[in-house]
């Protein structure tokens, strides 16, 4: 892989920030005295112990010197600790063929950010220049819309369905270009591929194992980079995990994307990005000079809780949550059934927390952002999902994660008169 090719001027000319690297020489030096980094005296700060009181009764103490290094500057790829822990679960969960592939040009890397939201869109910039086509599953997260559509205008939309992304409608968005084209100076020929493989934002679709290594070779194909944003991953509401693409990249041209939102706490602003180092060291050069790192108290709680956990204990969390997420799904279906037949269709998630449905209208805008809320429910307007969102579409997005089965049922109640209603 030459990683070169996939950067943007902006992101090439980059270049490590002299006081950031100071702080990773204090992080990796501790007795070393310092009159270097602008560290503030610790002795100021008027948290001197936090102590966190978990669910299962657990009570985790930051004892001092825990708490003072939880306050203070440190490395922007993270809390070593934390990093450490996070690597070991990815090896665990996706064992990446890269990871520790003597002489590969792109080892593997990982760097917390703060929430993925943050990495993807400092990815996405250092790899998009201005009118780069990009291809985009499609539709898909809203939040990617708002980093992609102001940086390129030719953002191709791939159509994807309840199992995801689609490999034929990727070949079909890739058809004006051949392979050849990867290594021809000037082409315009996509390089990134990013899409939503479990727990699909805003469809609830999971990308199934067959299709995972269809892209893949297809990717290899065109050598694009595939962005593989996954916050859903530990929602798979069946089991065994489908591998996500990190496990089957023998080439390093997955750049993943995880979040602790949709797991620990969304507040806390912690995602980690993991790929190849040639590109995350381009997103840790835009940190430094940006965030400088993830919130040192948001990491430092969140590797304190890890600890306690272990692995074992991370996935059965995980499991749980997964399980309250399917049983809130089986509700949502269900109130559906009762109140939408007729007036609506919808697919059945496999993970996540959303559910895809299409009304029997031309258009679900107005009806959703005035009607609706008039009537004191919320929906999120299919347009909002679509590359295009000036047009017409009879799609909403329903979230069962945070209601109760008593709201769902009204919330749907009142769409269904609003549907009635004509
Ligand atoms: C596919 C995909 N990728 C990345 C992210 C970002 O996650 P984070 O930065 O790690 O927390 C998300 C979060 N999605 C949403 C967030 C949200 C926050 C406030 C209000 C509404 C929100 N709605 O609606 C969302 O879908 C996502 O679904």
């Known amino acids: 892989?030459?990683?070169?090719?996939?950067?943007?001027?902006?992101?090439?000319?980059?270049?490590?920030?002299?006081?950031?690297?100071?702080?990773?020489?204090?992080?990796?030096?501790?007795?070393?005295?310092?009159?270097?980094?602008?560290?503030?005296?610790?002795?100021?700060?008027?948290?001197?112990?936090?102590?966190?009181?978990?669910?299962?009764?657990?009570?985790?103490?930051?004892?001092?010197?825990?708490?003072?290094?939880?306050?203070?500057?440190?490395?922007?790829?993270?809390?070593?600790?934390?990093?450490?822990?996070?690597?070991?679960?990815?090896?665990?969960?996706?064992?990446?063929?890269?990871?520790?592939?003597?002489?590969?040009?792109?080892?593997?890397?990982l760097i917390v950010t703060s929430g993925s939201q943050d990495g993807l869109c400092k990815v996405f910039e250092?790899?998009?220049?201005?009118?780069?086509?990009?291809?985009?599953?499609?539709?898909?997260?809203?939040?990617?819309?708002?980093?992609?559509?102001?940086?390129?205008?030719?953002?191709?939309?791939?159509?994807?369905?309840?199992?995801?992304?689609?490999?034929?409608?990727l070949r079909q968005a890739l058809s004006p270009w051949s392979p050849s084209d990867a290594t021809r100076p000037g082409s315009d020929i996509p390089k990134v591929l990013y899409l939503v493989p479990n727990g699909g934002n805003p469809t609830g679709a999971g990308l199934t194992l067959d299709r995972k290594k269809e892209i893949y070779k297809i990717a290899q194909d065109y050598n694009l980079i595939i962005m593989e944003d996954d916050p859903y991953f530990y929602l798979q509401f069946t089991k065994p995990y489908v591998p996500s693409f990190l496990s089957m990249d023998t080439d390093g041209r997955v750049v993943r994307f995880d979040s602790f939102s949709k797991l620990v706490s969304s507040g806390m602003r912690l995602g980690f990005v993991t790929g190849p180092k040639p590109l995350l060291e381009r997103l840790e050069l835009h940190m430094q000079c940006s965030v400088m790192h993830a919130s040192g108290l948001s990491q430092m709680a969140l590797y304190k809780v890890l600890e306690d956990w272990g692995i074992e204990g991370f996935l059965k969390h995980a499991e749980t949550t997964a399980e309250l997420y399917k049983t809130k799904r089986d509700q949502c279906l269900a109130i559906m059934e009762k109140h939408l037949k007729g007036l609506a269709e919808w697919t059945v998630p496999s993970g996540g927390m959303f559910v895809w449905v299409k009304l029997h209208v031309e258009d679900s805008h107005k009806l959703i952002t005035v009607r609706a809320r008039e009537k004191g429910v919320l929906f999120v307007p299919g347009s909002v999902f679509m590359m295009d969102s000036s047009k017409p579409s009879p799609y909403i997005r329903a979230s069962y994660s945070n209601c109760t089965e008593e709201q769902m049922d009204t919330a749907f109640q009142r769409l269904a008169e609003i549907l009635q209603e004509g």
Do not use: W
């Open 1 to 109: 892989m030459n990683y070169a090719r996939y950067l943007t001027r902006l992101s090439s000319s980059r270049q490590h920030s002299a006081i950031r690297v100071l702080t990773s020489i204090v992080q990796e030096n501790p007795s070393i005295i310092t009159m270097a980094g602008g560290m503030p005296n610790p002795q100021t700060f008027p948290i001197q112990e936090v102590s966190l009181k978990l669910k299962n009764g657990k009570r985790i103490d930051l004892d001092e010197k825990t708490t003072r290094i939880a306050l203070q500057y440190s490395g922007t790829k993270g809390l070593p600790p934390l990093v450490n822990m996070l690597t070991e679960l990815q090896c665990r969960i996706h064992n990446p063929p890269t990871y520790k592939a003597e002489g590969h040009p792109g080892p593997l890397d």
């Open 126 to 169: 250092s790899m998009v220049n201005p009118d780069d086509k990009v291809l985009i599953e499609h539709p898909t997260y809203s939040g990617t819309l708002a980093i992609v559509k102001p940086l390129t205008s030719k953002a191709i939309p791939v159509e994807s369905d309840i199992d995801g992304l689609n490999p034929a409608s």
